[in-house]
């Protein structure tokens, strides 16, 4: 069958998208995702999200990693989810739809797209890093020379030596100014570091103001694709109302034989 294909990016995070209201893609398939999000043989792209119907809400998001698992949530690919919804023109400026790790409300002006996150609970604080979950599990740890330091290598360490074969997002960050960080990722499920990592910013920016590096409730996070902001507000020892705003584009538009 032929299918028609859009590819989002946020800040260098890129997605395949299908339009599957019709649930016509062989989602069960995951050598077929894989293939699809291969760099060499297929489309590319570090994970695929279908969009759906919902009984209740504007749609369902269902994303899978680049190696064929369906994954958990995915911060800049629920970004570029609202712009493709509105691309089809099933919301306005506006959308409130359902992932796998709960409900999401978003608003999109322009290519500016903000994305409600789940609260977040509780951080696990150990001597050297972080640990918390923000729709998918983050380690986070601080280094110096961020941009000389080996993501790849000490991230994959830490993602199947700490945490084993379930594993964790590892993101390393620096601090630049009072509320200015900049972060890089070694993504699970894609096995390599990506230019950006919506839940792992977020993930940062909250582990960040537990340690008092981060005074007020908003924060400027610089990652190799490009620039995201969070913001939220405390709660009791949580967080809440965490919004993740930045720019998420439609690179090109196509067809696939599957």
Request: aromatic share 10%; proline share 2%.
């Amino acid at each position: 069958m032929q299918f028609q294909f859009s590819k989002y990016q946020g800040t260098g995070n890129d997605f395949i998208m299908f339009d599957n209201r019709d649930e016509k893609f062989p989602k069960n398939d995951k050598q077929l995702v894989a293939r699809l999000c291969d760099r060499k043989f297929g489309i590319g792209a570090d994970g695929l999200i279908l969009l759906e119907n919902d009984a209740a809400l504007d749609f369902k998001m269902v994303y899978f990693n680049a190696d064929g698992a369906e994954g958990s949530m995915c911060g800049n690919g629920g970004r570029c989810i609202v712009a493709f919804a509105k691309f089809l023109e099933l919301i306005e400026n506006e959308t409130t739809f359902i992932a796998t790790d709960g409900k999401h409300h978003a608003t999109i002006q322009d290519s500016q797209v903000s994305l409600q996150m789940g609260d977040v609970n509780q951080i696990r604080q150990k001597p050297d890093y972080y640990f918390l979950n923000t729709g998918s599990p983050h380690h986070v740890q601080l280094v110096s020379d961020l941009d000389g330091y080996n993501v790849f290598a000490e991230g994959k360490k830490l993602r199947y030596g700490l945490y084993g074969q379930k594993g964790s997002n590892i993101n390393f960050v620096e601090q630049k100014g009072d509320a200015v960080f900049a972060v890089r990722t070694y993504e699970r499920g894609v096995e390599d570091e990506t230019l950006a990592c919506g839940t792992g910013v977020t993930a940062v920016v909250l582990a960040m103001h537990q340690s008092d590096k981060l005074k007020g409730n908003v924060a400027k996070i610089e990652v190799l694709g490009g620039n995201l902001e969070v913001r939220f507000e405390v709660e009791n020892e949580g967080y809440k109302n965490i919004w993740l705003i930045g720019p998420a584009e439609q690179v090109f538009k196509g067809f696939v034989e599957i």
